[in-house]
């Protein structure tokens, strides 16, 4: 079952567990300062850890998450210890108590690190990432999660210095798993994040060419992103995509367009891009609502 809001601190997860052991997951490439501190405490007496070796990871083993086990006073746990300390790495691990050993935690999460999207195809998928495992699990139901948690005692992830009880699963020797399978929806709320921070990119290298001292990369995605909240705000019944276009305009018509009286009669149906489209032919056509807007012309249209 789901976990309450409950925090605690790791030496408590450790000390407090009823099962054998408690493990952590970490991504720990571009952790600065991570392979010094994992060099020497990967080979102090008494650090056990395994590489996860996941088959699309088989060439880049520099790429492959780390389990490793923690007791009170393991160089594991000093290693955890350091890693939460560092900007942004406490969302490159999420930790776990278990009654497995390491085969059994090994083959758990590798049952997990594969989906059957929705385009038909099976590919990697990190569930072990403490941000997407956050999103994924909003999206299901009681026994969906349950069988995700199988096996596990508790589930937690990284919540500033502490960690969040996410679930509780049940001790069960051999978990049945069927495999991820993402809808459309799971698919487009999971992939959100990144897609958003690639259109920002995208953004700026178009300007780039004609405003190449005025903007940076930062500049172009806080304007962006703070359009993307305002349209999202103005058009609460629009789809993610569509908010998206209507955004990125800003950088066509100008930051307040969208609360136009001429556009917006025109999105009195709903239809979003349609309204851009009869909203870009308008501007062509008539000079004055151009000149009725706060007009940059930063950009010439994407057709979308």
């Not at 571009?30 to 080979?43: C, M, N, P, R, Y």
């Not at 900007?87 to 278990?98: K, S």
């Not at 276009?245 to 969208?258: E, T």
């Not at 239809?271 to 009869?278: T, V």
């Amino acid at each position: 079952m789901s976990g309450n809001a409950q925090s605690m601190l790791m030496h408590q997860i450790i000390s407090g567990r009823q099962s054998h052991y408690c493990y952590a997951l970490i991504e720990p490439f571009d952790i600065a300062g991570f392979d010094e501190q994992w060099s020497v405490l990967s080979t102090a007496p008494g650090a056990q850890w395994r590489s996860l070796p996941i088959a699309s990871l088989a060439s880049a083993p520099g790429l492959q998450p780390l389990l490793l086990r923690l007791s009170d006073g393991s160089p594991c746990e000093t290693l955890m210890l350091w890693l939460l300390q560092q900007p942004g790495a406490e969302q490159r691990c999420i930790l776990f108590t278990t009654w497995f050993d390491w085969q059994q935690v090994i083959a758990f999460w590798l049952q997990r690190t594969e989906a059957l999207y929705p385009q038909g195809i099976v590919a990697p998928f990190n569930s072990f990432s403490a941000p997407i495992l956050s999103l994924l699990w909003q999206t299901l139901g009681d026994e969906q999660q349950q069988s995700f948690v199988a096996g596990l005692e508790g589930l937690y992830l990284p919540e500033g210095a502490a960690w969040r009880l996410l679930a509780i699963g049940n001790q069960v020797a051999e978990p049945a798993f069927e495999q991820i399978q993402l809808s459309e929806q799971q698919y487009e709320l999971l992939t959100r994040e990144s897609r958003r921070e690639l259109q920002s990119q995208q953004l700026f290298l178009r300007l780039q060419p004609y405003h190449r001292r005025e903007f940076s990369p930062a500049d172009v995605r806080a304007v962006y992103f703070d359009t993307l909240q305002r349209v999202q705000q103005q058009f609460a019944d629009a789809d993610a995509r569509s908010c998206e276009i209507m955004a990125q305009r800003r950088f066509v018509w100008g930051k307040d367009y969208f609360i136009h009286p001429v556009f917006l009669a025109l999105c009195t149906d709903g239809d979003y891009r349609k309204a851009l489209r009869r909203f870009q032919q308008k501007v062509c056509n008539d000079a004055a609502l151009g000149r009725d807007m706060d007009f940059h012309d930063w950009l010439p249209p994407l057709e979308q």
